[in-house]
């Protein structure tokens, strides 16, 4: 059963990245500015129902950033949900820098169990479920076959050659708590390199092992994290919500996440 789950989740995120592309490379992007502020674009909408089509046949409900608002009181039993991110980094899809992805979490008792983040722009598939653990592999968007990919896809972490503490920070949204994160690593490790990335490529760096260290000291909410971090601990990492000092845990009442870090 959770093999057919991760199959579905990762054709869902493959076709879902397709219809992105042909946006994309259109340039027809259609930005409105949604109440709180925040780009949508047509590729966001397309990229949603895409994924409803494959996720509504798991029934199993889905929490979508496009879809429609659904109140705790209706969420508060669910054992098991889809959290999805039709385009995480919307803003670096209009920017055209290639760095947005599309996120699907399976959650379960409120812990991430599978997870799947594809980067169209690149190709890079990256997956995961707590019985086999964390992979990365290369997809042709126009010729691919789910079972192929999963069995040449390389298991997380991948060896780094560069052992330079490296921490990785969002591109959008750095804080003064982030800079004294990384003032505070340079005086315990010495020489640090520090990495901008967009979306949810900076979970994905950590679980790669690319980067030792992401703090996320800024707003993110549930959708933008859970797949990532399915895929960190999958691949032997930790996401710890810093107030708590625990694993962060989904489908809460207040969908938006506190600060955390992932190491």
């Known amino acids: 059963m959770m093999k057919q789950l991760l199959n579905t989740a990762i054709t869902a995120a493959l076709e879902a990245g397709k219809a992105i592309l042909e946006i994309y490379h259109s340039g027809e992007f259609y930005v409105e500015i949604k109440g709180d502020n925040s780009p949508l674009t ?153 990495i901008s990335k967009g979306s949810s490529l900076k979970l994905c760096m950590v679980a790669e092992g690319q980067a030792d260290c992401y703090p996320r000291f800024a707003p993110t909410m549930e959708w933008d994290t859970a797949a990532g971090q399915a895929i960190c601990e999958h691949a032997g990492f930790k996401v710890i919500d810093m107030d708590t000092k625990e694993k962060m845990r989904y489908n809460r009442e207040e969908l938006l996440n506190k600060w955390f870090l992932i190491n």
Not at 66 to 74: N, Q, V
Not at 177 to 190: I, L
């Open 42 to 194: 047509k590729a966001d909408t397309s990229s949603h129902h895409v994924i409803m089509s494959f996720l509504t046949k798991t029934n199993i409900p889905v929490l979508s950033e496009e879809g429609k608002e659904i109140p705790y009181e209706e969420r508060k039993d669910w054992k098991q949900l889809w959290i999805v991110d039709p385009i995480d980094g919307t803003k670096e899809f209009i920017k055209r820098n290639g760095e947005f992805t599309v996120n699907i979490a399976l959650i379960e008792n409120q812990k991430p169990i599978i997870g799947v983040i594809f980067v169209p722009v690149s190709g890079e598939l990256y997956f995961s479920s707590k019985e086999v653990g964390a992979f990365k592999v290369a997809v042709d968007i126009n010729d691919f076959d789910v079972e192929t990919l999963i069995s040449k896809a390389n298991k997380l972490p991948l060896q780094r050659k560069d052992k330079t503490f490296t921490i990785v920070a969002s591109r959008s949204h750095m804080s003064a708590e982030t800079d004294n994160y990384v003032q505070e690593m340079r005086s315990t490790h010495g020489a640090v390199n520090l």
